[in-house]
């Protein structure tokens, strides 16, 4: 066998990359390059990470970040994706660049790679490639979707506890002040987000501002549950990806005192109505397979069950 010849990645080689990857996904999970590109522009230049390919256009391709050093802090993690063409799978390219991830976080002084993926197949070649290499199955998120072309919200509406009401932050005015208390609000309900891997660390506010900045945030899909003080206690953060009428709810939660009185679900259907109002036909989410909770809510909902998104993770 030829042994495969490796190249530090180019901007150029990202449409090359999409088309590949996108050719093994369902239509409402594909990417683009203008996506790709838009995270970029947000990494902090403190992150570290490495990207190479295989082939002139690629045909293979492997982008691994030091997890200490991006915003959201895994501290001795390193986190990659590995991807190749199917019709150049089994010529031993995953395996080469895998040999480069595992020299990069050795040299990072990482003591765990770690990557995450959509469950697309049955049998799914990244499972047993993995697992061939000694990773296991850490967390798993169970991945829903609803058409809000067929979606009645009538039957599932409820008068909220006294007390409280339902305003966006446009309502409320999308200032620094008022981001900065969704970002207090969001850690709140952050913390009892559950995980059987390691939690990453919170980000500064100035990085997770990041995500209330692009053209997938509106103000208008920041649904907020505030008490007869002006307190926010809960909050459903809607997302829209561009130029398409898909959208995806980010996080959905309610401060500990508020939980069990049909607060999430109240939430849940105001994003619903703003996702619908804004020409969305689909909508995305996922949940921890322990969050019990707010699974059922989404069954309640309608939501149908999509590819599951799992962790696997090795100890180098």
Known sequence: MTTPQIRPFRPEDRAAIIEFQNRDRPPHLQETVAEWERLDARQSAENVFL???IGDPAVAFLGIRDLNTTAYRIPGTCGFTLSVALEHRRQGFGGALYEKAV???RDRGAARLRSHFRLLHSIEPAVQFLESRGFVETDRELSVLLDLTTFDPAPYARPLP????LRSLADAGDT???RRKVYVLDGLIHRDVPTHDTLPERPPFEEWNKMLSGPEFDANAVVLAENADGDWVGMSIMEFQEHSTIGWTDITGVAREYRGQGVALALKLKALE????QGCTLILTENHEDNAPMRAINKKLGFTPDAPGVTYVKTI
Not at 162 to 165: A, E, N, P, S, Y
Request: charged share 35%.
């Open 176 to 178: 620094e002040e008022n």
């Open 51 to 53: 990207r190479l390919c």
């Open 274 to 277: 703003v996702a619908k109002a």
């Open 162 to 165: 006294d007390g409280l009401r």
């Open 103 to 105: 020299a990069f976080a």
